[in-house]
């Protein structure tokens, strides 16, 4: 079994920064995919941002530029700093780990609250 511990979200005004971690434990393909993912109110869960264990990353088009997915793959963690924050981010971000064993694995994080206001 794989557990995900979230840590870092909070109240935050538009133009800061927050930093994001997730780690996981357990018993965890090395060949794996972690990333971050958002649902605001009302709203479908998106994808953010996600990074290999490679290092290749990908991430959605609203969040170019501004948030930065890293991870340490000795700690099984993956970091997603977020820059210049605007409401429209406000949502609660989980964490995702998925790795490919004859079948996919999908594990996920209790989720985050971030809250981008003045």
């Known amino acids: 079994q794989v557990h995900l511990v979230e840590s870092g979200g909070g109240l935050v005004q538009p133009g800061g920064s927050l930093r994001l971690s997730c780690a996981a434990s357990?018993?965890?393909?090395?060949?794996?995919?972690m990333g971050w993912y958002r649902q605001a109110p009302g709203k479908e869960r998106e994808l953010v941002a996600i990074i290999m264990s490679g290092g290749t990353t990908t991430y959605a088009d609203s969040v170019k530029g501004r948030f930065t997915i890293s991870r340490d793959n000795a700690k099984n963690t993956v970091y997603l700093q977020m820059n210049s924050l605007k409401p429209e981010d406000t949502a609660v971000y989980y964490c995702?780990?998925?790795?490919?064993?004859?079948?996919?694995?999908?594990?996920w994080g209790q989720g985050t609250q971030v809250t981008v206001s003045s």
């Open positions: 995702k780990l998925r790795y490919l064993v004859g079948v996919y694995y999908d594990y």
């Open positions: 357990g018993s965890i393909n090395s060949i794996n995919v």
